[in-house]
């Protein structure tokens, strides 16, 4: 395991290491209202939420994924979860990851529209262009998301176009498991000034 398990902190939301202790917290927030959850896994039940951290902390175990559970500062609630996947080293001898994915992103619906998924995004590309130096963050979605990729574009990533049965579906509007086309997204080092500032404008 290359990376360990780290914090970042901001105004509005604290990413944390996801733990298994969090799972009852996770449900709260997920059973609020499950209507903006057609493209996305989130779990129903105390024990499919138990089997998705597992995995989860499988996938970091091996530096497949750095997972996170928000918090929001305002009042310390678990509101939702987000993560570092698909995390490349290029050459192999690279300490940090020279190309990462940022996704797996899910709010409880009292904390969505608003500064946290906005600060999220800044403190995770923040910590991978200017602590990690990576080539090329990635972000993607079903191809049939279109709440989703509109987020994803105010965001300033470039679209780089559609893969096609890239990955299994997720949500209630999917079938999962079946393989979905997934509207890929980039930025990369060049870009991430401007991107930054947009953000922190978004933010102030």
């Not at 709440?147 to 559609?162: D, P």
């Amino acid at each position: 395991m290359r990376l360990e398990p780290f914090t970042l902190q901001g105004s509005h939301v604290t990413l944390e290491p996801l733990q298994p202790q969090f799972a009852e917290q996770l449900l709260a927030a997920a059973g609020i209202d499950r209507s903006t959850y057609g493209y996305t896994q989130v779990p129903e039940s105390l024990q499919e939420m138990g089997r998705y951290i597992s995995t989860l902390l499988d996938d970091a175990s091996h530096d497949r994924a750095v997972p996170f559970v928000q918090r929001r500062t305002a009042d310390g609630t678990v509101v939702g979860c987000t993560r570092f996947l698909h995390l490349w080293w290029w050459p192999t001898t690279r300490l940090t990851p020279a190309e990462v994915e940022i996704g797996g992103t899910w709010l409880s619906a009292d904390a969505q529209r608003g500064p946290i998924n906005t600060e999220a995004k800044l403190l995770l590309m923040t910590h991978a262009f200017e602590v990690w130096h990576v080539h090329r963050l990635a972000i993607c979605t079903d191809a049939a998301n279109e709440r989703s990729r509109r987020a994803i574009e105010r965001l300033g990533a470039t679209f780089e176009g559609i893969l096609r049965n890239h990955r299994p579906s997720t949500g209630f509007a999917t079938v999962p498991g079946r393989a979905r086309h997934s509207a890929m997204y980039s930025v990369v080092p060049e870009e991430w000034p401007a991107i930054k500032a947009n953000l922190l404008e978004r933010l102030a």
